[in-house]
Protein backbone atom coordinates (compact mmCIF):
# COMPACT_ATOMS: atom_id res chain seq x y z
CA UNK A 1 0.00 0.00 0.00
CA UNK A 2 1.17 3.59 -0.67
CA UNK A 3 2.31 5.55 2.60
CA UNK A 4 -0.36 8.27 2.01
CA UNK A 5 -3.05 5.68 1.94
CA UNK A 6 -1.74 3.95 4.91
CA UNK A 7 -1.66 7.69 6.09
CA UNK A 8 -5.93 8.52 4.87
CA UNK A 9 -6.68 5.07 6.03
CA UNK A 10 -5.33 6.13 9.59
CA UNK A 11 -6.21 9.60 9.52
CA UNK A 12 -10.08 8.65 8.68
CA UNK A 13 -10.13 6.21 11.31
CA UNK A 14 -9.06 8.29 14.55
CA UNK A 15 -11.30 11.10 13.38
CA UNK A 16 -14.34 9.09 12.73
CA UNK A 17 -14.11 5.95 14.77
CA UNK A 18 -14.72 3.29 15.93
CA UNK A 19 -12.01 3.65 18.56
CA UNK A 20 -8.98 1.75 17.73
CA UNK A 21 -7.99 -0.93 20.13
CA UNK A 22 -4.01 -0.80 20.74
CA UNK A 23 -2.42 -3.94 21.75
CA UNK A 24 -0.83 -4.24 25.04
CA UNK A 25 2.98 -5.01 26.71
CA UNK A 26 5.63 -6.41 25.47
CA UNK A 27 8.06 -6.14 27.53
CA UNK A 28 6.39 -7.21 30.77
CA UNK A 29 4.75 -10.34 28.58
CA UNK A 30 8.51 -11.54 27.76
CA UNK A 31 9.34 -11.31 31.55
CA UNK A 32 6.24 -12.96 32.60
CA UNK A 33 7.21 -16.31 30.34
CA UNK A 34 10.43 -16.37 31.97
CA UNK A 35 12.26 -14.92 29.41
CA UNK A 36 15.12 -12.65 30.20
CA UNK A 37 14.29 -9.02 29.80
CA UNK A 38 16.85 -7.24 32.21
CA UNK A 39 18.81 -3.85 31.76
CA UNK A 40 20.44 -2.51 30.21
CA UNK A 41 19.04 -4.19 27.07
CA UNK A 42 14.91 -4.77 28.30
CA UNK A 43 12.71 -6.34 25.63
CA UNK A 44 15.22 -6.00 22.74
CA UNK A 45 17.28 -8.94 24.84
CA UNK A 46 14.74 -11.24 23.11
CA UNK A 47 14.97 -10.23 19.35
CA UNK A 48 18.73 -11.98 20.01
CA UNK A 49 17.36 -14.49 22.37
CA UNK A 50 14.04 -16.05 21.42
CA UNK A 51 12.20 -13.79 18.49
CA UNK A 52 9.61 -16.67 18.04
CA UNK A 53 8.66 -15.67 21.74
CA UNK A 54 7.96 -12.16 20.64
CA UNK A 55 6.09 -13.05 17.53
CA UNK A 56 3.70 -15.34 19.39
CA UNK A 57 3.00 -12.64 21.77
CA UNK A 58 2.28 -10.37 19.04
CA UNK A 59 0.29 -13.35 17.52
CA UNK A 60 -2.13 -13.40 20.92
CA UNK A 61 -2.38 -9.99 21.17
CA UNK A 62 -4.14 -10.01 17.02
CA UNK A 63 -6.21 -12.80 18.03
CA UNK A 64 -7.55 -10.72 21.14
CA UNK A 65 -8.71 -7.92 18.65
CA UNK A 66 -5.75 -5.41 18.80
CA UNK A 67 -5.99 -3.64 15.59
CA UNK A 68 -2.64 -1.81 16.17
CA UNK A 69 0.55 -3.92 16.67
CA UNK A 70 3.55 -2.24 18.11
CA UNK A 71 7.01 -3.59 17.01
CA UNK A 72 9.20 -4.74 20.16
CA UNK A 73 11.32 -1.46 19.72
CA UNK A 74 11.27 0.35 22.02
CA UNK A 75 14.94 -0.51 22.73
CA UNK A 76 16.62 -0.79 19.57
CA UNK A 77 18.38 2.28 19.73
CA UNK A 78 22.00 2.41 19.00
CA UNK A 79 22.48 3.85 22.76
CA UNK A 80 20.96 0.88 24.09
CA UNK A 81 22.45 -1.83 21.79
CA UNK A 82 26.08 -0.37 22.78
CA UNK A 83 25.42 -0.84 25.92
CA UNK A 84 24.71 -4.84 25.95
CA UNK A 85 28.42 -4.99 23.64
CA UNK A 86 29.83 -6.95 26.74
CA UNK A 87 27.61 -9.72 26.21
CA UNK A 88 26.94 -9.25 21.95
CA UNK A 89 30.14 -8.01 20.45
CA UNK A 90 29.51 -5.40 18.00
CA UNK A 91 25.69 -4.60 18.89
CA UNK A 92 25.44 -1.23 18.71
CA UNK A 93 26.03 -1.48 14.99
CA UNK A 94 22.88 -3.79 14.27
CA UNK A 95 20.17 -1.23 15.26
CA UNK A 96 19.08 -1.38 12.14
CA UNK A 97 18.78 -4.92 11.53
CA UNK A 98 17.14 -5.53 14.61
CA UNK A 99 14.84 -2.92 14.19
CA UNK A 100 13.89 -4.77 11.23
CA UNK A 101 13.52 -7.72 12.79
CA UNK A 102 10.72 -6.03 15.20
CA UNK A 103 9.26 -4.75 12.57
CA UNK A 104 9.33 -8.37 10.52
CA UNK A 105 7.65 -10.15 14.15
CA UNK A 106 5.16 -7.49 14.32
CA UNK A 107 3.92 -8.43 11.01
CA UNK A 108 4.34 -11.73 10.86
CA UNK A 109 2.37 -12.04 14.47
CA UNK A 110 -0.86 -9.67 12.74
CA UNK A 111 -1.38 -11.82 9.94
CA UNK A 112 -0.29 -15.23 11.90
CA UNK A 113 -3.51 -16.46 13.38
CA UNK A 114 -6.91 -17.80 11.84
CA UNK A 115 -10.03 -15.38 11.35
CA UNK A 116 -8.34 -12.05 10.80
CA UNK A 117 -7.31 -10.25 7.75
CA UNK A 118 -3.68 -8.71 8.62
CA UNK A 119 -4.65 -5.53 6.14
CA UNK A 120 -7.13 -4.59 9.31
CA UNK A 121 -4.18 -4.27 11.36
CA UNK A 122 -1.59 -1.65 11.30
CA UNK A 123 2.24 -2.41 12.69
CA UNK A 124 3.26 0.59 14.75
CA UNK A 125 7.20 1.47 15.24
CA UNK A 126 7.30 2.48 19.13
CA UNK A 127 9.78 5.20 19.77
CA UNK A 128 10.75 5.53 23.44
CA UNK A 129 13.20 8.05 25.86
CA UNK A 130 16.47 7.62 25.05
CA UNK A 131 17.42 6.84 29.00
CA UNK A 132 15.10 6.14 31.39
CA UNK A 133 11.15 6.65 30.88
CA UNK A 134 11.08 7.72 34.53
CA UNK A 135 13.99 9.78 35.16
CA UNK A 136 14.04 12.87 32.98
CA UNK A 137 17.19 14.13 34.85
CA UNK A 138 18.84 11.50 32.65
CA UNK A 139 17.80 13.13 29.24
CA UNK A 140 20.89 13.84 26.79
CA UNK A 141 21.85 16.60 25.18
CA UNK A 142 20.17 18.41 22.32
CA UNK A 143 22.42 17.54 19.44
CA UNK A 144 21.98 13.87 20.80
CA UNK A 145 18.28 13.84 20.45
CA UNK A 146 17.96 15.13 17.01
CA UNK A 147 20.88 12.87 15.72
CA UNK A 148 19.98 9.43 17.46
CA UNK A 149 15.91 10.17 17.25
CA UNK A 150 16.75 10.55 13.59
CA UNK A 151 18.16 7.43 12.81
CA UNK A 152 15.84 5.50 14.73
CA UNK A 153 12.66 7.13 13.11
CA UNK A 154 14.60 6.26 9.60
CA UNK A 155 15.14 2.66 10.98
CA UNK A 156 11.87 2.33 11.22
CA UNK A 157 10.72 3.49 8.04
CA UNK A 158 13.44 1.48 6.56
CA UNK A 159 11.60 -1.04 8.03
CA UNK A 160 7.84 -0.73 6.88
CA UNK A 161 6.12 0.39 9.56
CA UNK A 162 2.73 1.44 9.40
CA UNK A 163 2.89 4.49 12.00
CA UNK A 164 5.48 5.56 14.71
CA UNK A 165 3.88 5.71 17.67
CA UNK A 166 6.59 8.07 20.10
CA UNK A 167 5.42 6.95 23.74
CA UNK A 168 6.21 7.47 27.73
CA UNK A 169 8.20 10.73 26.90
CA UNK A 170 8.70 12.26 29.73
CA UNK A 171 9.66 15.89 28.90
CA UNK A 172 9.26 18.65 26.08
CA UNK A 173 12.57 18.44 25.01
CA UNK A 174 12.83 15.11 24.13
CA UNK A 175 8.84 14.60 22.86
CA UNK A 176 10.13 17.58 20.64
CA UNK A 177 12.85 16.27 19.07
CA UNK A 178 10.99 12.54 18.34
CA UNK A 179 8.05 14.33 16.57
CA UNK A 180 10.38 16.22 14.24
CA UNK A 181 12.41 13.10 13.57
CA UNK A 182 9.19 11.39 13.05
CA UNK A 183 8.11 14.16 10.89
CA UNK A 184 10.96 13.67 8.17
CA UNK A 185 10.17 10.07 7.72
CA UNK A 186 6.52 11.07 5.85
CA UNK A 187 4.95 8.24 8.09
CA UNK A 188 1.98 9.17 10.28
CA UNK A 189 2.86 9.13 14.32
CA UNK A 190 0.98 9.76 17.41
CA UNK A 191 2.65 11.62 20.88
CA UNK A 192 2.54 10.18 23.90
CA UNK A 193 3.50 11.21 27.58
CA UNK A 194 4.31 9.47 30.53
CA UNK A 195 2.52 12.00 32.83
CA UNK A 196 2.00 11.63 37.25
CA UNK A 197 -1.24 11.74 39.23
CA UNK A 198 -1.27 15.56 38.47
CA UNK A 199 -1.64 15.47 35.14
CA UNK A 200 2.16 16.94 34.72
CA UNK A 201 4.83 15.41 32.80
CA UNK A 202 7.78 13.77 34.94
CA UNK A 203 9.36 16.97 34.26
CA UNK A 204 7.10 18.83 35.73
CA UNK A 205 6.19 20.60 32.49
CA UNK A 206 2.60 21.02 32.48
CA UNK A 207 0.78 18.89 30.06
CA UNK A 208 -1.00 21.36 27.72
CA UNK A 209 2.07 23.03 26.87
CA UNK A 210 3.78 19.75 26.24
CA UNK A 211 0.58 19.20 23.34
CA UNK A 212 1.77 22.65 21.96
CA UNK A 213 5.20 22.35 21.75
CA UNK A 214 4.31 18.71 19.36
CA UNK A 215 1.53 20.07 17.63
CA UNK A 216 3.16 21.85 14.79
CA UNK A 217 4.60 18.63 13.46
CA UNK A 218 1.30 17.21 12.74
CA UNK A 219 0.83 14.33 14.69
CA UNK A 220 -1.90 12.57 14.38
CA UNK A 221 -3.04 12.72 18.06
CA UNK A 222 -1.09 12.66 21.17
CA UNK A 223 -2.05 10.89 24.64
CA UNK A 224 -0.54 9.24 27.52
CA UNK A 225 0.90 5.85 28.44
CA UNK A 226 2.53 4.04 31.01
CA UNK A 227 0.47 5.17 34.13
CA UNK A 228 -2.15 3.36 36.19
CA UNK A 229 -5.58 3.53 34.61
CA UNK A 230 -7.01 4.79 38.24
CA UNK A 231 -4.98 8.01 37.90
CA UNK A 232 -5.52 9.46 34.22
CA UNK A 233 -8.43 11.98 35.07
CA UNK A 234 -6.27 15.06 35.53
CA UNK A 235 -4.20 14.73 32.25
CA UNK A 236 -7.95 13.07 30.23
CA UNK A 237 -9.26 16.72 31.07
CA UNK A 238 -6.39 18.46 29.33
CA UNK A 239 -6.12 16.16 26.22
CA UNK A 240 -9.89 16.15 25.81
CA UNK A 241 -9.53 20.12 25.58
CA UNK A 242 -6.64 20.43 23.30
CA UNK A 243 -8.48 19.85 20.42
CA UNK A 244 -6.49 16.98 18.86
CA UNK A 245 -7.38 13.57 18.67
CA UNK A 246 -5.99 11.66 21.79
CA UNK A 247 -6.03 8.16 23.31
CA UNK A 248 -4.28 6.12 26.42
CA UNK A 249 -2.39 3.24 26.57
CA UNK A 250 -2.39 2.71 30.38
CA UNK A 251 -0.22 0.05 32.92
CA UNK A 252 -0.35 -1.78 35.49
CA UNK A 253 2.07 -0.33 37.90
CA UNK A 254 5.42 1.09 36.91
CA UNK A 255 7.66 -2.52 36.13
CA UNK A 256 9.70 -3.34 39.63
CA UNK A 257 8.37 -0.47 41.74
CA UNK A 258 6.31 -1.04 44.85
CA UNK A 259 3.24 0.37 43.40
CA UNK A 260 3.05 -2.45 40.54
CA UNK A 261 0.98 -5.31 42.78
CA UNK A 262 -1.27 -2.68 44.04
CA UNK A 263 -1.93 -2.03 40.31
CA UNK A 264 -2.03 -5.48 38.87
CA UNK A 265 -4.81 -6.26 41.94
CA UNK A 266 -7.09 -2.80 41.17
CA UNK A 267 -6.46 -3.58 37.24
CA UNK A 268 -8.20 -7.16 36.31
CA UNK A 269 -9.35 -7.47 32.71
CA UNK A 270 -12.77 -6.85 33.56
CA UNK A 271 -11.59 -3.27 35.19
CA UNK A 272 -9.43 -2.72 32.23
CA UNK A 273 -12.50 -3.37 30.11
CA UNK A 274 -14.79 -0.75 31.70
CA UNK A 275 -11.92 1.79 32.05
CA UNK A 276 -11.33 0.94 28.03
CA UNK A 277 -15.26 1.69 27.67
CA UNK A 278 -15.56 5.13 29.29
CA UNK A 279 -12.29 6.42 27.46
CA UNK A 280 -13.78 5.94 24.55
CA UNK A 281 -17.26 7.58 25.79
CA UNK A 282 -15.06 10.55 26.68
CA UNK A 283 -14.03 10.82 22.63
CA UNK A 284 -10.80 8.80 22.82
CA UNK A 285 -9.59 7.54 19.29
CA UNK A 286 -7.60 4.91 20.96
CA UNK A 287 -6.99 2.72 23.59
CA UNK A 288 -4.49 0.27 25.12
CA UNK A 289 -2.65 -1.19 27.24
CA UNK A 290 1.27 -0.67 28.48
CA UNK A 291 3.20 -2.22 31.23
CA UNK A 292 1.40 -5.05 33.45
CA UNK A 293 -1.22 -5.43 30.89
CA UNK A 294 -1.76 -9.04 28.99
CA UNK A 295 -3.72 -10.50 25.69
CA UNK A 296 -6.53 -11.02 28.11
CA UNK A 297 -6.82 -7.30 28.73
CA UNK A 298 -6.78 -6.74 25.14
CA UNK A 299 -9.35 -9.01 25.04
CA UNK A 300 -11.86 -7.93 27.51
CA UNK A 301 -11.34 -4.68 26.02
CA UNK A 302 -12.48 -5.79 22.52
CA UNK A 303 -15.35 -7.50 24.09
CA UNK A 304 -16.45 -3.88 26.36
CA UNK A 305 -15.95 -1.94 22.84
CA UNK A 306 -18.24 -3.72 21.30
CA UNK A 307 -15.95 -5.19 18.64
CA UNK A 308 -17.32 -8.83 18.72
Given amino acids: MHESDTMNRIDVRLREGPVLLLDGATGTEIEHRSTRCDLPLWSARALLDCPEQIEKIHREYAKAGAEIITANTFRTQKRTLKRGENEYPRLGERDRELTSLAVELARAGARGHAGKDSKDTWVAGSVAPLEDCYQPDRVPENEALEREHRRHAENLAYAGVDLLLIETMNCIREASAAARAAQA ?124
Fill in 185 to 308: TGLPFCVSFVVSSSGRLLSEESLSQAIDAVAPYLPLGVGMNCLPASCVDPGLAILKQSGLDFGLHTNLGVPGSDSEPKYKAETTPDQFARYARDWAGTGASWVGGCCGTTPAHTAAAYSALGKE
